[in-house]
């Protein structure tokens, strides 16, 4: 069965440092989301591509963070600099568009010290 | 604004005995709803989905859910519950009107007892 890919699974980084995270969305699927989930919360959406524009960045703090799928296929988010309340689980998920559901991918934990 | 209410932050139930997980929304359009379990340290799984038509629908791992429209509910029930079912529990809705991006609950965590 088709699984979205992330990597890295876990990252520690130093505050003021960047730190960029990878998604490999199901093959097929034109639509990929990156969502933070902060400890005890539900997963917050900061953008969402269809193929390789962006049509929801509207939560994404764009002074640090950055996202970008230049081939409308895999997808990197980019944070610089990285800062303590930065700390979280970032999911990657992908759909074929429209209502349908959306695919998780296992998620990188991310520490910044 | 649209936003999903899971009123209990966590939930006990022994083994075998049955179980509900509530969830309520506030949308300003036709929803279509999801519920996903998440294990520790792990991405999302689907349960089930709501998009229309019959509102009791069956998921996986013997889940179902009801959608009721004049409550704002989509509750989820199961008859008898396993130990492999403790996990965290969220609630998302979507609709086409919002670009079809999903807003999720703050989730329940489940403990079973033996």
């Known amino acids: 069965e088709a699984e979205v890919a992330q990597s890295p699974r876990y990252k520690i980084t130093e505050k003021s440092q960047a730190v960029a995270f990878w998604c490999d969305p199901i093959?097929?699927?034109?639509?990929l989301y990156w969502y933070r989930q902060i400890l005890g919360q539900g997963p917050e959406l900061l953008v969402q591509f269809q193929d390789e524009s962006v049509v929801d960045d509207s939560q994404l703090p764009k002074d640090r963070f950055s996202a970008e799928r230049l081939k409308g296929v895999d997808s990197t988010l980019k944070i610089q600099p990285a800062e303590l309340g930065d700390s979280a689980m970032y999911l990657c998920?992908?759909?074929?568009?429209?209502?349908?559901?959306?695919?998780f991918g296992p998620g990188t934990r991310l520490t910044v010290t | 604004a649209q936003s999903v209410t899971q009123p209990d932050i966590h939930i006990t139930v022994s083994e075998g005995a049955s179980l509900e997980l509530r969830c309520n929304y506030s949308?300003?359009?036709?929803?279509?709803l999801f519920w996903y379990v998440q294990s520790p340290g792990q991405g999302l799984q689907l349960l089930l989905k709501y998009f229309s038509g019959d509102t009791l629908v069956q998921g996986i791992k013997g889940f179902e859910a009801e959608f009721k429209r004049s409550q704002s509910s989509f509750n989820l029930r199961k008859p008898s519950v396993h130990w492999s079912d403790a996990a965290e529990y969220f609630c998302?809705?979507?609709?086409?009107?919002?670009?079809?991006?999903?807003?999720f609950g703050a989730g329940t965590i489940l403990r079973v007892k033996s």
């Open positions: 949308y300003g359009a036709t929803p279509y």
């Open positions: 998302a809705v979507g609709a086409r009107e919002y670009g079809n991006k999903l807003v």
């Open positions: 093959s097929g699927h034109a639509t």
């Open positions: 998920a992908s759909s074929s568009g429209g209502p349908n559901e959306q695919y």
